[in-house]
């Protein structure tokens, strides 16, 4: 939990208000992974969320949350995200 924290604050772009609105954003992706939620709508979700078109912002923060707050997601997020292409522009 705690490198995420260091991860999503001290990295810019994010700009959450503190740490718990980092931790609830993170573990928001952890219920939309465990959920089954395809990887490009948890990327335009982020992207949207954000106001970016930054492709490694937003899969930096998916692969933050996952990693850190709930590493059992991993394969599922790997899996979802297996065959993901930026759309053109991005």
Same mark, same amino acid.
Request: aromatic residues 12%.
């Given at each position: 939990?705690?490198?995420?924290?260091?991860?999503?604050?001290?990295?810019?772009?994010? @700009?959450?208000? @503190?740490?718990?609105?980092? #931790? +609830?954003?993170?573990?928001?992706?952890?219920?939309?992974?465990?959920?089954?939620?395809?990887?490009?709508?948890?990327?335009? @979700?982020?992207?949207? +969320?954000?106001?970016?078109? +930054?492709?490694?912002?937003?899969?930096?923060?998916?692969?933050?949350?996952?990693?850190?707050?709930?590493?059992? #997601?991993?394969?599922?997020?790997?899996?979802?995200?297996?065959?993901?292409?930026?759309?053109?522009?991005?």
């Amino acid at each position: 939990m705690v490198a995420y924290l260091v991860n999503v604050t001290v990295r810019p772009g994010y @700009n959450f208000p @503190n740490a718990q609105a980092a #931790l +609830d954003y993170g573990y928001g992706v952890c219920d939309k992974v465990s959920g089954g939620r395809p990887f490009p709508d948890l990327m335009g @979700n982020v992207k949207a +969320d954000f106001n970016t078109s +930054d492709e490694y912002q937003a899969s930096y923060l998916i692969s933050q949350a996952v990693n850190e707050l709930c590493p059992a #997601l991993i394969w599922q997020l790997h899996n979802s995200a297996a065959h993901y292409r930026p759309q053109p522009g991005s």
